[in-house]
């Protein structure tokens, strides 16, 4: 007895510690939001309502987060629901004496309890309802109130609760209406009134059903959970009369004719809710309304409304499936296959019993003898109606749109789970004519999902796998071309649910076979589909069946690699995936086939381009079968009619005698002529030209770089062909096929051209001739094309070589002939050429010369220096940021040529003449180019820059030497990964402390004022508060001659900036803008660096506003002459001159502006007008309209001019020299085009 009560506390022990460990496993994933949540309901609970809206939100916005995973909700249900539901019934107690004070309580309630329902579901929430009998009369007087509300708000963020109120409030009568009792029993209403008949509805029904007939025209969740409260109420047996009722009104509604709206809604929220009763009455009940309600659904099927609303249609194959349910009795046929439970135990037991008996008794049937229910399959009584059931259900399998095609599936299969054998293999037979030829995708989807449903109920049974399985192996393949794309993605999704499906349903021994057919094709879809979904679905089907039915060879491992994440990427799922599955027995060939037939001819460019690739990946598994087999499959392809097709079999035809070359297999002599006619082919059936010859001409190019890389046998004359394809492509104006002919060039010269000097010569002189070619597109591609010839090329000419280049780097006179892309080439190509040059320097040193490396200190690297200047601007934009970036680039790449050959030679002899290669000048100007552009606005500029810098500071093998202020570079520019350089606000604050060293100030506030008056706000702020930052450090310290001579410094560098770039607009402009950010913010003291700063500022005014129709420029003039005239100094009194001669201007707004800063120095500035004239030129400067035309307020000029004792004459001459042009060219206003532009003043 002991014994029993110790086992037994241990199992109740056990019990209790499964579920804390449950408990403690949920709240891992819930607990720090529980925390909140509970002290939110606490609150509420205790007051007894919402207190703060902004609680409500919170627990919804928490709840959101459930919406994928609701089960970690569902323990907590109960303790959020039912204090919540408890509220809500003591309030609706008191919803008589004050209806809106308890409407605005529950409302904000109702919304939590239905942010509960969207993420658990209303079976999960409904049973913490509270559901006595009295609380159905508290619900109906609850809904009556909530039903005369709407809503403030469609959006559900500015919701109120009115209707998440009708929705709960629906939800708590569809259980209290589940009572076990006549309804009539618990309505108060009638208890003394007389003349209720015992036939009569109760009042609380008729409410119910009014409301419910009203919330079925809506469009939101009340539709639904209407016909679900109808479902519950009508099924009642002493429901009898409402239901009749309801079915009579039903019927109205479906065969009205109106064409409203709201009809359209009513007619889906009946169709609802009539399938919500089909799924919930009995089937006795059903019979007699059944004929009315198929009449009236196959009327409304045939209808405009149906045929527009997939909803509706989706509702009507709802309807449709469950009448044919009620029209057979329930059974269970005893032809279904009934799988084998998976047991542990028997497993064990099954495994035990395979070691002592024989082979053949070691499996048992798992499906029950066909021949039982023959007599039973004769006896059965099929409705005449049923026919055209299924057959309305088949033909929805063909709709437009999935979520019918669905549920007609679904319908399918539960039809079928009622009939006998011999008809479900009619309806088999149906579903599987879907598939034919002339069927559309939608069938093939409609028809996969269908057989999908018969597989998981045991319907499809073992027997038509024969007729199946080649239909399935099809619809994993289907894609058919429309136009640009292709459609069936959908159908190889559904197919791959097929195959899932089959896992599940059946035995390993009825799947052996089956398995086998389709583990190929299921590893194909997921490998090389297009579509990520696809893929993962095929792989998902793949694992399933080798989890379920056994040991499948290398299943494991398979699985293991096609996995959910490494199919995410379509490049690693053809260059990774499907080459390790390869490697397994019987998965290499039918790869090859697909890639071969199906993928290299995609109409995906892209596709074409992964399939090649993965070829030569496989090339390894079975060279000779890709040598005999593949390449000549392949060659007669390259000139196929179908653009598609011979663009992907040239660039495959290249990717495997590469691959094979690389393997080490050696083709035949066949074969190499083979290979090197598919060129001159291409060439001769002028496959170049019209649609489709820019993506051959890249497949030619790569084809030509693979059989060079692979050295196939050529002729001269074919060397011939192929050179002028690649020069060819060289001057087209696509910089992709430029650049895959570059690639080209590099490799087919290397293996060619190299022996023959007098091709060689020839090339050479060709490529720098076209760098002077009128035609852009050959001066890119030549220019790029010069950078990948090797060094036995290069030597003869290298030094026009060079000089050619950086020729070509500058800007080039000609305006027409200029071109930021052919400069940026001609930047790549020098860098290559030298970095070519000096590697056989290098390999060489007996026969080094130092004259290159002079070069190119002196030529190359002023060059790029130069280039870091190039700011062209064209209708692209900033297109000169090509040329910087890359000359940022080639600086790096010439300091470590030079510190390489500096160090070496110092290694050999001390006393050489190398040591002067790289010096603290060349240093200086180097940091200093590429520090300039961190500061500047482009972000991937700064970080280009930043990056390069910190590499020049950390190389690991090159230390550079000379570097002004390495220390406190290193302390800017951290040698650290990932840092954001790119991003404003970390990279000015740091860049802008090398503003301290005169060797570096310059540069960087050149680029700092062109950040600083650019157009973007946000790298204005950035850039601006870094200055302001790096000027306040030292104040901070209360160190203020440390402080002035910061102050100082940036003024001399401003004026610098003023005077180096005279008339620039693009530096000018910005930095005028800056100056006038930093007269409104610091420089307002008296200190003589301010008044130098001030006079050449007023200096360069003079000459950048003179005559200038630059409206920012004029504008940011004005507001730094108003900023100076504030200043007590004798410059403000010229400002001030200035000032005035602004009113006078072409620009109305200018004028405005002009008089505006003129009244604000007044008010600033005393000195300006005598004291007693200085009331009257503050009014007259305020109430003259300056928007006027100018000669309308040259009065009011002359007396301003008068009063500050100026003379007219020297204040406005400019303005009166342009006024008295504009009347000698009005004389003759449309005398030509250009003078209206001029006037205009463009």
């Known amino acids: 007895m002991a014994a029993r009560e110790e086992e037994s506390l ?128 508290l619900a109906v007087a609850l809904l009556e109130k909530c039903h005369s509300m709407t809503s403030v708000s469609s959006l559900r963020q500015e919701s109120t609760g009115e209707m998440e109120a009708k929705c709960v409030t629906l939800l708590w009568l569809s259980i209290l209406v589940l009572v076990p009792f006549d309804i009539s029993s618990v309505d108060t209403s009638i208890a003394n009134d007389k003349s209720f008949g015992v036939d009569d509805l109760a009042p609380l029904v008729l409410k119910i059903l009014g409301f419910c007939k009203d919330y079925l ?136 019993t395979h070691l002592l008996a024989p082979p053949d008794h070691a499996v048992f049937a798992v499906s029950q003898p066909e021949s039982s229910d023959d007599q039973e399959d004769e006896d059965m009584d099929v409705p005449e109606i049923l026919e055209q059931i299924i057959e309305m259900l088949l033909s929805r399998l063909r709709d437009t749109d999935t979520v019918v095609r669905w549920s007609a599936a679904k319908g399918i299969g539960r039809v079928t789970s009622r009939l006998t054998s011999v008809l479900s293999e009619e309806v088999l037979s149906s579903v599987l004519e879907l598939f034919s030829p002339g069927e559309g995708d939608g069938s093939w989807h409609g028809g996969c999902l269908a057989l999908a449903e018969l597989s998981r109920r045991g319907l499809l049974l073992p027997r038509s796998f024969p007729q199946v399985v080649p239909v399935i192996v099809k619809a994993l393949h289907y894609d058919v071309r429309r136009g640009p794309h292709s459609v069936g993605s959908h159908v190889r999704d559904a197919a791959a649910y097929v195959c899932w499906a089959f896992g599940r349903a059946y035995y390993h021994k009825d799947m052996k076979n089956v398995l086998d057919q389709l583990a190929p094709d299921l590893l194909i879809v997921g490998s090389f589909d297009r579509e990520v979904n696809c893929r993962r679905a095929a792989a998902a089907a793949f694992q399933e069946n080798v989890g379920r039915q056994g040991n499948y060879p290398h299943g494991i491992d398979i699985v293991n690699i096609a996995n959910y994440f490494s199919l995410s990427s379509r490049v690693n799922s053809y260059l990774q995936v499907a080459a390790s599955i390869a490697q397994y027995e019987g998965y290499l060939y039918p790869f090859v086939d697909e890639l071969l037939y199906n993928k290299i001819c995609h109409w995906d460019k892209s596709l074409r381009e ?73 060439e001769k059936a002028r496959l170049y030209r019209g ?38 492509n060289l001057r087209h104006p696509n910089s992709q096929i430029q650049n895959a002919a570059v690639n080209a ?78 400069r940026m080439n001609a930047v790549k190509g020098l860098i290559s050429v030298c970095e070519t040059l000096t590697q056989r320097s290098a390999s060489d040193p007996e026969n080094d010369d130092l004259s290159l490396f002079v ?110 202020h390495r220390e406190t570079l290193e ?104 100056i006038q950010e930093l007269l409104d913010r610091i420089f307002r003291n008296q200190e003589a660096y301010t008044l130098s700063f001030y006079t050449g500022v007023m200096d360069s005014l003079a000459i950048e506003l003179r005559a200038s129709k630059k409206f920012e420029k004029v504008d940011a003039g004005v507001g730094i002459l108003g900023s100076i005239a504030s200043v007590s100094e004798p410059i403000s009194t010229q400002a001030f001159s200035q ?62 001019c008068k009063l500050t004792g100026l003379d007219y004459g020297v204040v406005f001459k400019t303005r009166n020299r342009r006024v008295t042009r504009d009347r000698i060219s009005a004389l003759d206003e449309n005398a030509s085009y250009s003078a209206l532009v001029d006037s205009s003043g463009f």
């Open 10 to 137: 241990v199992v109740v022990n056990g019990e209790e510690e499964e579920h804390d460990s449950r408990e403690r496993f949920l709240l891992r994933y819930f607990l720090q939001e529980w925390k909140l949540v509970k002290s939110l309901l606490d609150d509420i609970v205790a007051n007894g309502r919402v207190i703060d809206p902004s609680s409500v939100q919170k627990i919804r916005s928490i709840m959101d987060k459930y919406q994928e995973q609701g089960q970690l909700v569902e323990p907590y249900l109960e303790s959020i629901v039912s204090p919540l539901m408890f509220i809500i019934r003591s309030k609706t107690v008191e919803l008589d004496a004050k209806p809106d004070e308890i409407l605005d309580i529950i409302k904000p309630i109702s919304i939590i309890i239905y942010a509960l329902v969207t993420v658990c579901g209303y079976k999960a929430v409904i049973k913490f309802f509270p559901h006595q009998v009295s609380d159905l009369e």
């Open 217 to 352: 025209c809506s469009a939101g969740p009340m539709r639904r959970i209407s016909g679900l409260l109808l479902s519950k109420l009508l099924t009642r047996p002493d429901m009898g009369k409402a239901f009749a009722s309801f079915f009579e009104w039903t019927h109205e509604v479906l065969s009205s004719k109106e064409d409203s709206v709201v009809n359209n809604f009513r007619l889906i929220g009946v169709m609802e809710a009539l399938a919500a009763i089909f799924k919930t009455a009995s089937r006795k009940v059903l019979l007699d309304a059944l004929p009315v309600v198929l009449n009236d659904v196959i009327v409304l099927s045939k209808s405009n409304g149906a045929t527009r609303s997939p909803l509706l249609r989706k509702y009507l194959i709802q309807l449709t499936q469950r009448i044919g349910l009620v029209c057979l009795p329930h059974r269970s046929p005893s032809w279904r296959y009934v799988a084998q439970t998976a047991s542990l135990s028997e497993n064990i037991s099954m495994s035990s």
């Open 610 to 682: 992964l399939a090649a690739e993965t070829l030569a990946a496989l090339v390894k598994y079975e060279p000779k079968h890709f040598a005999n087999y593949v390449l000549e499959k392949l060659t007669p392809r390259t000139l196929s009619s179908d653009l598609c097709m011979r663009h992907g079999a040239t660039l495959a035809a290249g990717e495997v005698v590469l691959a094979l070359h690389q393997c080490g297999y050696v083709l035949s002599a066949d074969s190499h002529k083979r290979m090197a006619g598919i060129v001159p082919a291409i």
């Open 691 to 728: 649609k489709g010859g820019e993506i051959m001409r890249l497949a030619v190019s790569r084809f030509i770089e693979c059989i060079s890389l692979s050295h196939v046998t050529l002729s001269e004359r074919t060397e011939r062909i192929l050179l002028d394809t690649l020069n060819e």
């Open 745 to 822: 060039v590099k490799q087919f010269v290397q293996s060619y051209l190299v022996c023959n000097d007098k091709i060689a010569v020839d090339l050479v002189s060709k490529h720098l001739t076209h760098l002077t070619d009128p035609n852009v597109a050959a001066r890119r591609g030549f220019a790029l094309a010069l950078g990948a010839l090797p060094c036995e090329l290069l030597t003869a000419k290298w030094k026009d070589v060079v000089l050619k280049l950086c020729s070509a780097c500058q800007i080039e006179a000609n305006p027409e002939d200029r071109d930021a892309e052919a």
């Open 855 to 964: 070069l190119i200190k002196t030529e190359v690297v002023d060059t790029l220096l130069k280039a870091l200047d190039d700011y062209s601007v064209d209708n692209r934009g900033d297109v000169g940021s090509w040329v910087r970036e890359a000359a940022i680039h080639g600086l790096e790449k010439c300091t470590y040529i030079l510190c390489k050959k500096v160090r070496t030679n110092a290694a050999d002899d001390h006393n050489n003449e190398s040591s002067s290669l790289f010096d603290s000048s060349l240093a200086n100007h180097l940091i200093g180019g590429i520090v300039k552009q961190g500061m500047e606005k482009m972000d991937k500029l700064r970080e280009t820059a930043a990056k390069v810098l910190q590499r020049i500071l950390y190389h690991e093998t090159v230390t550079v030497p000379f570097i002004p």
């Open 971 to 1074: 302390e800017v520019i951290p040698n650290k990964a990932s840092l954001q350089w790119a991003v404003p606000e970390f990279s000015f604050p740091r860049f802008v402390q090398l503003l301290k060293f005169r060797c570096y100030s310059k540069q960087v506030m050149s680029g700092l004022v062109v950040s600083i008056g650019g157009l973007q706000e946000s790298l204005k702020t950035a850039s601006l508060s870094a200055l302001l930052e790096y000027l306040r450090e030292e104040d901070e310290a209360k160190d203020l001659k440390q402080q002035q001579s910061r102050e100082s410094a940036i003024c001399d560098d401003i004026l610098w900036i003023l005077q180096e770039y005279k008339k620039c607009n693009r530096v000018i402009v910005p930095c005028l803008k800056t």
């Open 1139 to 1200: 000032l005035l001669s602004f009113l006078a201007h072409q620009y109305p707004k200018i004028r405005n502006k002009a008089a505006f800063q003129a009244y604000l120095a007044l008010l600033q500035n005393k000195i300006l007008v005598p004291a007693d004239k200085i009331e009257k030129v503050k009014h007259i400067i305020s109430v003259t309209c300056w928007d006027a035309d100018t000669e309308s307020t040259q009065s009011q000029r002359l007396e301003l």
